[in-house]
């Protein structure tokens, strides 16, 4: 399979996992991005590998997720270590890494959508943020015992969590997270903020 080939199969892949959430919660925004996604042209070169690319493969590796086995196949393809907002909060880059795959940026230009992958490393703890944007996580790999508003609870392989304009969310991993993200709604990054944590003083 060719790589263009390879990574039409992984983008149309992601593209049903926000179709499912769009027919499950009734989220146009979320049809929208998969029909974006789907059908924007994309030709991706292969990349050096990411610091995190050995980590990445194993969590992949090991996952039940349908999408899993391409986004190992194409794992050399994807743009890791392209945050939009890490000049803005450098001390997440310690946290975790992201591939932008769609936004104003690139390499998929859409000013109304922002979405990709999301790599935590073990044994870390992404502090309590918010922003504008409408946000939903598809959990790809890995554990994760996640924040979103009031509700803290552990989330498996396959699961979607929603993050309402402004709804706080933090996530904290032991084994290590990868995860698929979009947002919509006001997609700014200047809104995106750290909030106060308490599970920051217990530590
Ligand atoms: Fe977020």
């Given at each position: 399979m060719s790589d263009d080939t390879l990574l039409q199969s992984t983008l149309s892949a992601l593209a049903e996992i926000f179709r499912a959430e769009a027919v499950t919660f009734q989220r146009p925004e979320a049809e929208a991005t998969a029909d974006a996604l789907a059908t924007t042209p994309l030709s991706l070169t292969p990349q050096p590998p990411c610091a995190d690319d050995a980590a990445i493969r194993a969590l992949l590796l090991a996952s039940?997720?349908?999408a899993a086995h391409l986004l190992l196949a194409a794992q050399h393809l994807l743009p890791w270590?392209?945050?939009?907002?890490s000049d803005a909060v450098p001390e997440a880059l310690r946290v975790f890494t992201v591939t932008t795959?769609?936004?104003?940026?690139?390499?998929?230009?859409?000013?109304?959508f922002r979405c990709g992958l999301y790599y935590q490393r073990p044994g870390t703890y992404y502090p309590l943020h918010d922003h504008d944007a409408d946000e939903t996580y598809v959990i790809l790999a890995g554990d994760t015992l996640w924040t979103a508003g009031d509700d803290t609870r552990p989330r498996s392989v396959g699961e979607m969590i929603h993050h309402p304009s402004h709804m706080p969310h933090a996530f904290g991993t032991d084994g290590g997270l990868l995860a698929l993200w979009r947002w919509s709604g006001d997609?700014?990054?200047?809104?995106y903020r750290f909030l106060p944590d308490a599970t920051l003083s217990l530590a």
């Open positions: 039940k997720h349908p270590d392209t945050n939009p907002v795959l769609m936004g104003p940026e690139g390499p998929m230009h859409w000013d109304v997609i700014n990054l200047t809104s």
